[in-house]
């Protein structure tokens, strides 16, 4: 069936990717902000949580101002920027799902292989979370080995008589 976020307050981090995570989203129009604080607090995005993001998100420009800027959105602001499909509360969500039909949509049966087809690659981001797991610690464990190589490098420079 399909799904809607009602947010009536800050989304920041999990919270922001459990309201992507849905089919539709209506934001608080005067209260709370959605934000990725992930920057601010030295963290990576997971790659799948990254993948549906970016899959949910308008543009690349969105993402980069939400993940690397931190971005705090107001309602207003998400609406515009496409991140929510709405304004409101309880009864804009029932407007929407009278409006758009969303009750009779699950009677053909097809739904639940739409939106597997309409997020392929967001599923199989997360069936693959592990691979995606290694992959941030080999890139993390080259960081290092040249981090050091570099350290050793300066360190050695150092030794060297100057002139």
């Known amino acids: 069936m399909p799904t809607i976020a009602l947010i ?6 999990a919270g922001f990717f459990l309201a992507l995570a849905h089919d539709y989203s209506i934001q608080n129009p005067s209260r709370g902000y959605m934000c990725l604080p992930e920057i601010d ?7 799948s949580i990254a993948v549906m993001i970016k899959s949910k998100l308008p ?10 800027e931190g971005r705090r959105y107001t309602g207003p602001e998400s609406l515009k920027s ?9 009864n804009e969500a029932l407007k929407l799902i009278d ?6 949509k699950t009677a053909s049966g097809a739904l639940a292989g739409l939106k597997e087809d309409l997020w392929r690659e967001v599923l199989h981001a997360f069936k693959n979370q592990q691979d995606n797991v290694e992959w941030r610690n080999a890139i993390d464990q080259e960081k290092k080995e040249f981090q050091q190589k570099t350290e050793e490098k300066v360190a050695e420079w150092e030794k060297k008589p100057k002139l």
């Open 59 to 68: 543009s690349s420009q969105l993402y980069r101002d939400a993940a690397i």
């Open 99 to 104: 409006e758009r039909k969303l009750i009779s």
């Open 41 to 47: 607090l030295g963290l990576v995005i997971p790659s």
């Open 82 to 90: 496409g991140i929510v499909d709405a304004l409101g509360g309880l």
């Open 8 to 13: 009536n307050g800050h989304a920041f981090g």
